[in-house]
Nanobody, 122 residues
């Protein structure tokens, strides 16, 4: 089965940048969706960005639009989240997820999840 492993989290100052990576192993299908979610203590899990592997189309939450960029490599072995102009409210555990692309705005649509990587903005 598919396995996802996040990396790249850490502590940064407000206004700084961070690049998260998600290594994808296993046979993820074409026309799937890869997404980043985040969850802060006491808050619901929030969809941040997603990319459709077949088309390359991307979608962003309003809270990060213009600051974050999701991308994938040519072999589709990795998905990235470039985070610029970080704010305190971006502090959360960030998760990579993979699913079939149906109702992809919902966390319940994703079958595979990584273990998470912590992002702390001060």
């Amino acid at each position: 089965d598919v396995q996802l492993v996040e990396s790249g989290g850490g502590s940064v100052q407000a206004g700084g940048s961070l690049r998260l990576s998600c290594a994808v192993s296993g046979s993820i299908g074409d026309r799937w969706c890869l997404a980043w979610f985040r969850q802060a203590p006491g808050k619901e899990r929030e969809g941040v960005a997603r990319i459709y592997t077949g088309s390359g189309n991307t979608y962003y939450a309003d809270s990060v639009k213009g600051r974050f960029t999701i991308s994938q490599d040519n072999a589709k072995n990795s998905v990235y989240l470039q985070m610029n102009s970080l704010k305190f409210e971006d502090t959360a555990m960030y998760y990579c997820a993979a699913g079939g692309g149906i109702l992809a705005s919902l966390a319940t649509a994703y079958k595979y999840w990584g273990q998470g990587t912590q992002v702390t903005v001060s």
